[in-house]
C-alpha cells in the first residue's frame, strides 16, 4: 500500500528512466517547507552532474516529461533544481479512501520480518518503582507496540533485577533486624510480615552500613555467593523479597499501561551461567586479573586516556574488560546480562534485542555486546542500545519531591490524577463536561487524562534529550499536550455518535476544502511518521504525527461543517473524521495512550 510519497517516487523514477537517468535519484518525498510544496524532488541535481548537465536546465526537461497528471500536475521547477509537487483533489480523495478502508489506517508491515526482545523496565526487587523507571517504561512499552504493528515478533521483557550484591545486602541485613532464621518456622514466620515498605526502608539502611562497616559488606559479598549457590536461607529470604517487591511492581506497571510478555529477571539466566563460564573458558576468552576473571573486549589499540591519583596521564584500553568473576567467585552485573544474552538466543531466537535503559549505561552495554560477539552468541550487529535522557524537574535537576527525596511512581500518577480531576471539575462547572457521567466514569477519565499527559509529555520529546515535566503545563486541554489530543479524540466520537443517532452514513470522501486537503495529507503523513519511529526507535516521530493529526481536525472541524452540511458532502467529511478518528487512536495506542468515549 503506497503512500503520495511513494507513489510520487514510482511516477518520477519512471520519468528518470525514460530520460536515461539513474532512477536512484527519483526519491519524492514530503517537502519541509509546506508553504511552498507539498512534496519535493530534489535528485535532478544529483542525476545533472552524472549526466554533465546544468541542474535547473535537466529539471525543467523531467518536469516536462512528467505524465502522471492524475497523481500531480507538472511539478514546479525552484532554487537550483528543486521539483515541487501537489497532488490533484482526486489522488488525495483516493488515498484519504484507502485510509477509511484500512484497519492498519494506511500503515505498511515491513518488508521482512524480524524476531525482537525489547527489554525495559528494569525495575530492582527491595525497592519500589520510582520516576526513575518512568522513562524506560513508557518508551520501551511504545518501541515494543511499534515494531510489533510493524509485523515483527515482538517480546517485552521487564528483566527485574533481582541478582548480585544487592541481594546479599538485604539478605544480611534481614538476618541482623529479624533474626532467629536458622529455624525454618520462624524464617517463615517472619517473612510473611515483610512488606515492600520495609525492604525500601530496609536498603538504604543497608547500603549505609556497607559503606561503614568493612566486616558487613564482607559478610554481603558472601552472602551474594551462597545465594548464587543455592543455599539456604538465602533462597528462601530471597523468594520472599522477591514475591512482594513482583507483586507491586506488577500493579505499578498495570496503572501506567505497561505490560510485559516475559516477566523475568537476573536471577532466571543465573542456572546458565557455570556452563557459560565454562564455555568463555574453553574458548580462551577468560584472564585471570587479581583474583578476578575478565574477558578483555577492547581492540588491539583501541586505548582512552587515564588520569593517576599522582595527575600522571595513561593509556589503557577501552572499553574496560567486562568482569564475569569476582574474587569472592560471585557473578556480576554483566555475567547476567551476558548470560541473559545467552538465554534470549535459546528461547526467542532473536534478530534483535534492544535495550532501553538510561543513556549513562551506554559503557556497560557495550562491553557485554562486545563480550557476546567475541564469545559467538549473537552478532555485535543484532544488540542495540536505546538510551535515553532524564526526566528534570521545573529547576532542571533530576526530579525529586519537595523534601529533595525521589518520588515514587504511583504517587507521581496520584498526583496527575488529582490534577486531572481538577481541571475536569473546572470543566463541569463551565458546562463543557458530558453530561450523566457516574462517579466511577469520572474516575476513569481522570486516570486515562493523567497518563496521557505524562506519557505525551514523555514522548513527545527526542529520547536521547532530556526534558522538563511541568505537570501544570501539560494537564491543559490546549497545545501540545496528552490531554488536548484526548479530547481531540473525544470530539470527534461525539461526532459520529451524533451522526449514528440520525441516522446519517458516511459516505465517499472528497477532498475539496483547503481544511479537508490539510487534514487528508496530514492522514497520508502516517505511514513515513511510524517507518522513522520504527528506523530510528524513536516514538517522538509518532508523537508528532498525532498532534499534527488533532491540529488540523481542528481546524477541519473550524472550517468545515460536517453534521450541518448535507449530502455527499456531509457524508464525505464524516467519513472522513471517521478516518482521522481511526488513524488518531490507533498512533494514540503505540504511544500507550487510550482516549476515553466521553469527557
Known sequence: ??????????????????????????????????????????????????AGKK??????????????????????????????????????????????????????LVERKRRVVVDYGGPNVAKGMHVGHLRASIIGESVKRIYRFRGDEVWGDAHFGDWGFQMGLMIVSIEDELGGLADKNALDAKLKTITLDYLEGAYPRAAAKAREDVSFRDRARKATAALQAGAEPHRTIWKAMHDVSMAAQKRDFASLGVNFDLWLGESDADPLIPDMVKDLEAKGLLEEDQGARIVRVARPGETKKKKLDDGTVIEVESPDPLLVVSSEGSAMYGTTDLATIVQRVRDQKPDLILYV??????????????????????AREALEHVGFGTMNGTDGKPFKTRAGGVLKLNDLIGQAEEKA???????????????????????????????AAIKFADLSNFRGTSYVFDLDRFMSFEGKTGPYLLYQA?????ILRKAKAESLEPGAIEIAHEAERALALTLDGFNHALALAYDKKAPHFLAEHAYALAREFSAFYDHCPILTSEGAVRASRLALSGATLKQLTLTLDLLGIEPPERM
Open 1 to 50: 500500500m503506497k503512500d503520495l510519497a511513494s507513489a510520487l517516487s514510482a511516477a518520477n523514477a519512471a520519468v528518470f528512466v525514460k530520460l536515461g537517468l539513474d532512477a536512484r535519484h527519483a526519491d519524492v518525498r514530503r517537502s519541509d517547507r509546506p508553504d511552498l510544496a507539498e512534496f519535493q524532488g530534489n535528485g535532478a541535481m544529483a542525476a545533472a552532474k552524472a
Open 55 to 108: 541542474p535547473q536546465e535537466l529539471a525543467s526537461q523531467i518536469a516536462a516529461a512528467w505524465d502522471a497528471e492524475a497523481l500531480a500536475p507538472k511539478p514546479q521547477v525552484a532554487g537550483p533544481g528543486f521539483l515541487n509537487f501537489r497532488v490533484t483533489e482526486g489522488a488525495l480523495s483516493d488515498r484519504a479512501r484507502v485510509i477509511m478502508g484500512d484497519a492498519r489506517a494506511g500503515a505498511a
Open 357 to 378: 535503559v538510561d543513556q549513562r549505561q551506554a559503557d556497560h552495554f557495550e562491553q557485554v555486546y562486545r563480550a557476546a560477539a567475541k564469545a559467538d552468541y549473537i
Open 421 to 451: 480531576r481538577e481541571r475536569l471539575r473546572e470543566a463541569e462547572a463551565e458546562g463543557r463536561l458530558a453530561k450523566d457521567i457516574s462517579p466511577a466514569e469520572f474516575e476513569d477519565i481522570a486516570h486515562k487524562v493523567a497518563i
Open 490 to 494: 473525544v470530539r470527534i466520537k461525539s
